[in-house]
Structure formats: C-alpha cells, structure tokens
C-alpha cells in the first residue's frame, strides 16, 4: 500500500463515528494531523470527536471533500456510490479503509493483534491495560470504550501495539503482527461467510501472518481453534485441558468476584481474583495472562492489573438502577455469547429474576444461526425479543422473511414476548419489571439506547 503517512497533512473519515474509524481518527489528531470527518449517525462517539478539534459533517456529500485533502480512509460499510467517495476519486485523492489504515499504523511496530469469534473488545482492553500497568506504555485500539483511556484508543511511545482484530470482510489480513491471541472461532459474519470451514481457513490464513519468530497464544481448548495445522514454532495455549501452557482450576463465583488458580508450565501462579463474572471471562483472562507471561512481566502486576478491570463499554456494562432493577447493557449478537451472558447473570445474582431484553443483530446471521437462538434464553426468567436491527448495506432481500416474532412463536413461552420496535421495547419493559430484577438489554444494533433512557 503506497501511502507515507509521514508526506500526510490532511486527512477526511467517512463513517468517523464507527468504533474501529474512531480510534483511527483520533490516533492521526494526535499525530498532528488535520482531521475531518462525516457520519449520518449521532451518538456520543462523535459528540467526543467534535470536542477534541475535529469537524464532523452529519451529511455525506461531495461538497465535503476538497482538493486539499491528503487521504480520505473509509469504513468498509460504505458503498461504491457513497458522495464523498466518489468525489475523492474524481479528484484522485487516495482513498483506502480502515483495516488498511490499521495495517498502516500497526505493522511498524511490535503488534499484538486479538482475534476469534468472542472476547476480542475484553482481552483487547485488558492486554492494553496491564502493559500499561506493566510500564510498557502501548498504543491500544479497542472497539469499545475503556474509562481509563477515556475512548477506545490509548497512544503510547514504546513498540507495543495491540489491536483488535476483525475476521469480517478478512479484515485482518491486513495486519502483520508479531502475536496473535486466538480466543475461540465459531461460524458468524454469516452474510460473508458461507460455513465453519470458510471462517476457519481466514483464521489459517492469518496465523500465516506471524513472522519466523512470531508467538500464537491460542485457546487449547476450543476444538476448532486447536484443528488448525500450523507452523508456528513458539505457541502458548490456555484453558482449562491438560495440554494447556497457562491452565485455570478452582473457578469460584462469589461476592461479586470471580476467583481461580493458574498453572503455568507445572508452576503455580496461586489465585487470580476479578470483578467481572462469566466463564468466558475467565478464558479472556486466560489468554491475557499467557500474554503477559509471554511478555515476561511479573506475576504479582498481572494479578494487581487484573483485579483492577472492571469491563468497558457494552461488555456486562451497569448502567444503573430502573425501578430499582439492576440495568446491564452488552453487546452480545451471537446465540453463544447470549447464552453465557444470560448464564454468567445467573451465576452472579442466582437469587434474583433475570430479565432480558435482546434485539436479534442483522436478518442472515438471525436466519443461518436460528436454531441456536432457539436455545440461547433458557436460563432467563422473562424475555423480551425486540425486532431485528436492519444491517444497511448488509442485508439481502432473500433473508427479510425472519423476524424475532418467529423466535417467540418458536420457544412458545408464556415468558417470552415480541416488540416490533424499540418503542414498544420500553413499553413491555414498564409492563413486565419488577423491583430487584436484573435487566439484562442485550444486541449489537442500537437497543443500547433504550439501556440509557431507562437510566438517564
């Protein structure tokens, strides 16, 4: 890719409120670039981006896009006809998207790159905070806001870069890191994807990225993660099986806190003790432990940094009391996350109703993963399934004939419920909560917002 970000003044984003854009924008601010970007969505996203300095436009048209401009980096959901884009290549400005501008930034330094299908946005933001506890100042892209870096980037001096690392589209293929940490692969991104074996080969694929001396620290024990056939010489695996280099026992769920041991190669590490609760967050700590032994920092920081993580944005996030029921938001979209959302709540609050809200994330994966949902709600007390987020850009005729009513007839539950619209979402919620219930709004789509009326 023949761009010298060096030779680069000015620089325009389309889609600057997207997660990964974002944090792409706000590293070249830092870099003393001058930035500017448009977004037909407004949310606090960009509402942050305005007060750092950068000019939003809440249009997309080609009178945003002057001959000045340098380099216009685009999110992959935009189409061919976008105005802006268009516009750029009529005046022949060099335009690419924002897994090439990731590789950009990340591919000089010493990566460290977090991938699979679940856990990429956690073990992002607890890798970058303890090498940040560590003293090992890293630049960090996460897809989520960490409150301690106060967005979803954190600028460093030293080599280390870690980034999240998105199979969609075979994003990642962009980035050349030094380490992986692969948390786990499931079939998703269905609308891309046609079966298991097509996502697993992506996943191939890059492990082909690592360099001679690069390190793949992986979960040992998910079956197909542990399938793949590789060169790589140094691998770390983590989980719980024998075969593990960085192995957890003795999960204790009380207090609020989770509690469990590790072995590291036959040594033990002694107890780890978190704030945040679910076996899948125990393998993400898992593949940051391995990271940091890896990285060969001390023990004794990585349980301090550890304890200290209190999750981020979206990712069993407390948003507070409504009605005196407990408010969580999560980004769960996929049947399994959703299903040990809803079992880590069980685990946490075991006396309590568990109250959940979820608005299936785009038509195909709903349709190609259906069966799955079916059984994804089964340790929940009441449910709400709002209707399906419409993916602009994303979604097929063929598949708009699935809707979450369809769900709800399926599991014929007298407590389960449809709402057409996030409207009638809120609506069912001040029908059916009770005080002391956990409300647990769960979705990739925007039922975050119905989460934040409720607490406002």
């Not at 830092?30 to 942050?48: A, H, I, M, Q, T």
């Not at 090498?131 to 996460?142: R, T």
């Not at 980035?175 to 786990?184: E, Q, S, V, Y």
């Not at 609050?349 to 195909?364: E, G, L, S």
Request: with cysteine; net charge neutral; proline share 3%.
């Amino acid at each position: 890719m023949n761009v010298d970000l060096k030779k680069i003044k000015k620089i325009h984003f389309i889609g600057i409120g997207g997660i990964g854009l974002s944090a792409i924008a706000r590293l070249m601010k830092e870099k003393g670039k001058e930035v500017s970007g448009s977004d037909l969505s407004p949310s606090f996203v960009v509402d942050n981006l305005k007060k750092i300095g950068i000019r939003i436009y809440n249009k997309q048209k080609e009178e945003n896009i002057s001959q000045d401009i340098d380099l216009v980096i685009y999110s992959t959901a935009v189409p061919e006809n976008n105005p802006e884009l268009k516009k750029a290549r009529e005046l022949k400005i060099k335009t690419i998207t924002y897994p090439e501008s990731l590789g950009l930034v990340f591919n000089n330094k010493y990566g460290i790159a977090v991938c699979g299908t679940h856990g990429k946005s956690s073990v992002s933001a607890m890798a970058g905070l303890l090498l940040d506890d560590a003293k090992l100042d890293p630049s960090v892209i996460v897809g989520s806001i960490v409150s301690k870096f106060g967005s979803n980037l954190r600028v460093g001096e030293s080599k280390y870069f870690i980034a999240e690392a998105c199979e969609y589209e075979r994003s990642f293929l962009n980035l050349d890191p030094k380490i992986i940490i692969l948390n786990n692969i499931e079939l998703d991104h269905t609308d891309y994807y046609e079966n298991i074996e097509d996502i697993k080969n992506v996943f191939k694929e890059f492990i082909l990225h690592l360099p001679k001396d690069g390190i793949l620290i992986m979960n040992g024990d998910d079956k197909v993660v542990s399938s793949i056939k590789h060169q790589v010489l140094s691998v770390v695996r983590f989980g719980f099986g024998e075969i593990n280099n960085v192995r957890g026992y003795n999960v204790e769920f009380e207090g609020g806190r989770t509690k469990f041991k590790v072995i590291y190669n036959n040594k033990d590490l002694g107890e780890f003790v978190l704030k945040v609760l679910g076996m899948f967050n125990v393998y993400n700590v898992l593949g940051v432990i391995a990271l940091g032994l890896t990285l060969e920092i001390p023990v004794e920081t990585i349980k301090k940094s550890l304890s200290n993580y209190a999750g981020i944005w979206r990712r069993f996030e407390i948003k507070g009391k409504y009605k005196n029921a407990l408010v969580i938001s999560d980004y769960a979209h996929h049947p399994t996350a959703v299903k040990a959302t809803i079992k880590a709540a069980r685990q946490f609050y075991p006396k309590k109703r568990i109250f959940t809200v979820f608005q299936p994330h785009q038509h195909n994966r709903t349709k190609k993963l259906y069966k799955d949902f079916l059984n994804s709600f089964d340790d929940a007390d009441v449910v709400i399934l709002s209707e399906i987020f419409d993916v602009a850009g994303r979604e097929e005729g063929t598949d708009q004939n699935v809707s979450s009513l369809d769900l709800v007839n399926d599991i014929n539950s007298d407590s389960i419920f449809y709402a057409k619209n996030l409207k009638e979402t809120r609506k069912l919620i001040d029908e059916k909560i009770k005080p002391d219930d956990i409300l647990l709004i769960m979705g990739a789509g925007d039922i975050y917002k119905v989460a934040d009326e409720l607490v406002k």
